[in-house]
Each structure stands twice: as C-alpha cells, then as structure tokens.
C-alpha cells in the first residue's frame, strides 16, 4: 500500500501560482507518481506526472508551459508548481502512484494504483 497526502491548495487570483506537494509513505517502490484534477460537473482529467527514476515528465496540453513537475526522492515527496493560473484550472487536485513494474508514463485514470484524498484550488477571475 501507498498513501498519499497531498497539501497546498487554496485560493488565488488568475494569473497567480500555487505549489501543490504530495509525500507519500508504505510502499517504497513507486514507479510513477503524478496528478489529476477535477472540476464540479467534469470527469477527472491527467495534468502531469513523473518517472522516479530519471525524471521523465509529460503534461496535459492544457497546462503544458504552465505548470511543473517535480519530485524530492528523499522526501518522498512529489510538487506541482501551478503559475499563471486561470479560473478554468478551479478543481480538486489529487495525487497519484503508478507501482507497476512496466510501461510509460500514463495519462489515464486507471494507469495509477493509489490516489490521495485531493486538495482544493480554486481561481478567481
């Protein structure tokens, strides 16, 4: 088991930035980790993720040149640096892990084994 624990969202104005980091404890080996958002009335949509090892990232297309990826191996910690936010980036945000032993970097729901509880962030125009 992995859990995760996701902290750093809240309220900001468009055009502003957040920092969203996730830790995560239990399970050492973690393949992948990343984030998924989801805004009221949406299905839940990929942002970015992170290879553990080597450091390979992909971004939704929505974000890309925006929003940042990173992550601290001894903190077990992975951070979402969110800048020139706009109000459709309002969602909750929630952390994830990809524990397969195989495979690129997934952008799908069911790519990842264990998710966080979520932190709100919400833009205001």
């Known amino acids: 088991q992995v859990q995760l624990v996701e902290s750093g969202g809240g309220l900001v104005q468009a055009g502003g930035s957040l920092r969203l980091s996730c830790t995560a404890s239990?399970?050492?080996?973690?393949?992948?980790m990343g984030w998924f958002r989801q805004a009221p009335g949406k299905e839940r949509e990929f942002v970015a993720a992170?290879?553990?090892?080597?450091?390979?990232?992909i971004y939704a297309d929505s974000v890309k040149g925006r929003f940042t990826i990173s992550g601290d191996n001894a903190k077990n910690t992975v951070y979402l640096q969110m800048s020139s936010l706009k109000p459709e980036d309002t969602a909750i945000y929630y952390c994830?892990?990809?524990?397969?032993?195989?495979?690129?970097?997934?952008?799908?729901?069911?790519?990842?084994?264990?998710w966080g509880q979520g932190t709100q962030v919400t833009v205001s125009s």
């Open positions: 994830v892990a990809d524990v397969r032993l195989l495979g690129a970097l997934g952008t799908s729901v069911n790519e990842y084994d264990f």
């Open positions: 992170i290879m553990w090892i080597g450091g390979n990232t």
């Open positions: 239990g399970r050492t080996y973690r393949r992948a």
